[in-house]
């Protein structure tokens, strides 16, 4: 019996995090972490849905939740097995519309609705074949993956004959570093100390609890005030010694030249990378940064909207890490094209997380990454910050700023429904 | 008495186009142009009021309505004067929010949505002064003119003194010019022969009819299949000889090596500009492009989202001419700082047009672009295409192929209130 997607509902929901200065940061000031929420309702007799959520910060919330309305009826009516057979063609027709595409293409509001829809689908997969999302997609042969993808407009970049070849390099030690996974986790990183709300004494506190619990790798909020960036940055080196990695985050606030200057002077501080110095969509301020700034790294991708943006990232060699984002590209398809693209490009990857949602989407892009395409663990280590795991039903679990694998069915997004009851915005109790 | 904005009302205008297949392209088959209208109501006791669109292609205006109410706080209680008096602050402000910026930023639904607003904002303050808007802008100062732009993130390319030299530098000749449009209007090109979904007679007759009313340059769509798009520059080198000028726009649908390919094959036909050979985003796509199929001018701009996307199209000598799109931008204020990096680079201007209502702002850009900014026509012409004019109270006026300056206060973009009754969507007469 087939399983059809019988409708589709999306609710806007918003956690108030401005009020605690949580998620600051120089571009960011005053989040309130939110998600338009999508679940795919299906008439399997076990009552199978698929859940999906894009990301977003607050305001402009209401306008995803209409973009999703707009595309659901490229997935209500269809079967699940009708898409799961070829989920590169669904991707295609939901991002291909050529009345809707205008309003992109493949970027802003439409993209993030995208991404909601298409996560819920991949989560509706996985579930129905009983398996994490990371391993839905860590067993299939390489052919299977090739065939989920959409090359469109990177060809120039990776043909899908590249993809192939990619996959099937490694094809050979996969269960071995799956093995590893489940024994040993995936590394991640820390941003909770670093927030640039928080009191100094409180990001001293901070980075103590987390040199405590195993942390390695340390991330700093910089771009207010430089001195104060300074302040800040010596603060963290005396608490997590010179041995541990510090990165920075600027969250685009500079000017290209204003990001040269100021990074030469946090230099001092050996920092790893640099994070979003400036605008996202300039590729070639990048480039330039990451040539005046060495041996700095450069990274970014959190705010870099497809494929072709990425692309040119690489060809312009303008990243040393890539922070793909599971909820800013069109979902799991688009993530998969930009894994194998760094992958060529010899660029690791470490995902983009935080927010709500994002570390559990994420472990399951780092572990497939690491099993079945880059399969090095070489300067990689996936962001993490501990807040608001309390509203999923398989929340991340960190063993010594480690990630370990997760074993429910699914793509690990799933909230509770009283979360989603609480929060709705604006009549949820958290709210009225 | 100052002029209080009392409240924002938002329509979702669109015409049946795909019916007659006019504005069918390669990518967009079978488009049904329409606007998300912004009407901003004031205390004027003269029932002044500013009007404003972006332009969409039909399915998914209905998100760019939800961004508009969204966005509609910047405006509605503010003053005319508050934000005429800096309305560099008011467009950094609209697009600067902390949490809405995350769903771009500058990019997609939501600049489609401030393009609405600032537009209609630029109208009510040229209607306030009794002017159309080429005129308020060909009116101020060098130092008035920079106050309106925002440098944020184009520093490296244009710092305030480079576009206040760059305006006093062209500050002498401006009433000779201004004179000369007045005169003679400023030269266009028709794209109205050459929509893909016509037929080959009826694009043999429209452009016999082109070439009679006086027109000296002809766009063809190309992008379907390369044999027709052959045949079709063929009849249209006929029929409009070989010292007039073809252009072609294949709308984005090649990847970069197949645009390559197709175009040294169309060169045989001497085309003047190749416009979106591939994805808008695409910036060093361009550049290969352009640098492979030398001397074939490389045009695109009208899906180039902001002023960061359009830094760096002429820092990587991407383009030959600029395409800039009065409502892809974020309204007017990002137009403005696009045209004067335009003008350092050396790389001409040629505004998107066509769709509805487009020709109608446009010509106050390309207008306020020769008397100010550029101060040439060489290599200039602005796009007409000689659909839905009807509509509006001010219609462009089209004199041997040239565009006479409009006369009438605003921004030359009001619908009659007929219009907006007969093809408000989905319940106005046309649709129901």
Redesign the interface.
């Known amino acids: 019996m087939p399983t059809t997607i019988t409708h589709l509902s999306v609710r806007d929901i918003r956690f108030p995090t401005s009020r605690s200065l949580d998620g600051s940061d120089a571009?960011?000031?005053?989040?309130?972490y939110s998600a338009t929420y999508v679940v795919l309702h299906t008439d399997a007799p076990s009552a199978l849905e698929g859940h999906g959520l894009t990301f977003?910060?607050?305001?402009?919330n209401?306008?995803?939740v209409?973009?999703v309305n707009?595309l659901a009826s490229f997935v209500v009516g269809r079967t699940l097995e009708e898409i799961s057979g070829d989920i590169g063609a669904f991707w295609h027709s939901i991002t291909g519309?050529?009345?809707?595409?205008?309003?992109?293409?493949?970027?802003?509001?439409?993209?993030?609705a995208t991404a909601a829809i298409v996560n819920a689908v991949w989560d509706l997969w996985a579930k129905s074949e009983g398996k994490p999302v990371w391993k839905l997609l860590a067993d299939m042969s390489p052919e299977e993956l090739v065939r989920c993808l959409d090359f469109?407009?990177v060809?120039?970049a990776l043909t899908p004959e590249e993809a192939l070849a990619i996959l099937r390099r490694n094809a050979r030690g996969k269960a071995a570093r799956e093995q590893e996974m489940l024994e040993q986790g995936y590394p991640g990183y820390t941003t909770s100390a670093g927030w640039l709300g928080y009191s100094e004494e409180k990001m001293r506190r901070l980075a103590r609890e987390g040199v405590a619990e195993g942390w390695t790798h340390f991330k700093q909020k910089v771009g207010g005030n430089i001195e104060e960036d300074m302040r800040r940055a010596a603060i963290l080196r005396e608490e997590i010694g010179w041995d541990r990695k510090l990165m920075m985050d600027a969250n685009?606030v500079w000017?290209?030249?204003e990001a040269i200057v100021n990074m030469r002077r946090l230099a001092a501080f050996e920092p790893w990378w640099i994070e979003e110095p400036?605008?996202?969509?300039?590729?070639?301020?990048h480039a330039?940064i990451r040539e005046r700034i060495a041996p700095i790294g450069m990274a970014t991708g959190e705010?870099c909207?497809?494929r072709?943006?990425f692309?040119?990232l690489l060809?312009?060699k303008a990243i040393d890490f890539c922070q793909v984002d599971a909820a800013r590209l069109g979902g799991l398809n688009e993530v998969l094209v930009v894994l194998l693209m760094a992958a060529k490009f010899g660029v690791p990857v470490c995902p983009h997380a935080g927010g709500v949602g994002l570390c559990e989407y994420v472990q399951n892009i780092a572990l497939f990454d690491y099993i079945a395409v880059s399969a090095s663990l070489e300067n990689r280590v996936l962001e993490y910050v501990d807040h608001l795991h309390e509203h999923f039903l398989d929340p991340v679990v960190i063993r010594k700023g480690r990630y370990m694998p997760p074993q429910r069915p699914g793509y690990s997004i799933e909230m509770h429904a009283a979360t989603l009851k609480e929060f709705e915005f604006p009549n949820g109790p958290a709210w009225a």
């Not at 571009?27 to 309130?32: Q, S």
């Not at 977003?56 to 402009?60: A, D, F, P, S, W």
């Not at 519309?97 to 993030?112: A, F």
């Open positions: 571009m960011n000031t005053a989040p309130d977003t910060i607050g305001r402009g209401e306008v995803c209409a973009a707009s519309d050529s009345q809707l595409r205008w309003l992109g293409p493949d970027k802003g509001v439409m993209h993030l469109r407009f060809t120039d685009q000017e290209v030249d400036t605008n996202p969509d300039d590729i070639l301020g330039t705010h909207h497809n072709v943006m692309k040119q060809q312009a």
